[in-house]
DNA sequence: TAATTTATGTAGCACCTGCTACAATCAAGA
DNA sequence: TCTTGATTGTAGCAGGTGCTACATAAATTA
């Protein structure tokens, strides 16, 4: 890894996180400079657009999803509906949950076909799907999908407030 | 109603349509202003802020949602799974389609708890829950909120684009 | 009719937005 | 060493943001 990529690597990793942390409300390309560590001028220079360093770092969290539930849930096999109680059990982990309301975020921003918010909002949801789907026993696997959906489902009026 | 009130109703109904068609991406004060046949001065006249506006706005959406129902699903009471199933058709109308993409920008916005954002949604969800139940026969009302999860998961996740 | 309140236009403030022009510095190859 | 190209700072542009100060017009009340 050549020195400039490997400093464009250092700040995506302090972006992504700043953006789990605090969402995507906020963001100027001024205050993710300073949150990376460089100028607004030098995150042009790397990623050309705003835009393209916003994809990169959620290129970076779907990227890391997986590994975050591999860490978190280990990987065994289950039933559907064992899978399901425990990915929605991780809305109580902090760090997961704010990465969800994070991927809300960007779902909002998709929805009408805005990029680089949609192209991210699927790569995101075939990681998960696919996540979903090697966590399953053979059996279950059709109901990967619909699984899913019902996860995103609870989570989603979950974030919102409405207790089930 | 007075004079005023009729003037701020009027503005209402065009902004909430405005956005329902646009979303919420690009609202600022002077477009708002042009699409309500008004000046971003009086829009702050008549609402206080930007954000009030918009929280009227989300009511009206809210307000409209059942009304919106009613008006295609009829008023008979039908078991979970059919309801489901019928709901998650209303999709492919394309009036429902810009409402349901608004619903998940509001949702976007709402999940760190932004207002006027975070109040509409959870308005506008109970408002869905409420209608559900109330279409739903007596043995299946204790499952309107599962069956709100599951058509919010379906839709999700066709809206971003994964096929099931 | 005079006084007072309500409604609205004009102009602008202070700040933020993504991005760029230009120049300077630095490292590496010839 | 000289030159060339990669890297980075400084300053700023053109447009947008929500909102406000001030003045005027219109309606209402005394």
Known sequence: MSKVEAKKEQIIQKVTHY????????????????VGGTSDRMLIYYFGTKDGLIGEAMAT???GLSM?????????????QTLLNELYALNQVPEFNLTIR?????IGLAVRGREPYAS??????QNWVRWVESRLIEEDVPKAKTLFAELEGRLMINLIGVEI
Chains 1, 2 share one sequence.
């Open 61 to 63: 969290v779907a990227a």
């Open 120 to 125: 991210s909002a699927l790569a995101i949801a």
């Open 68 to 80: 975050q539930l591999d860490a978190v849930l280990g990987e065994e096999k289950r039933d559907a």
């Open 102 to 106: 994070l991927w809300f975020e960007v």
């Open 19 to 34: 953006m789990i942390l605090e969402g995507l409300a906020d963001v100027g390309l001024r205050k993710l400079a300073a």
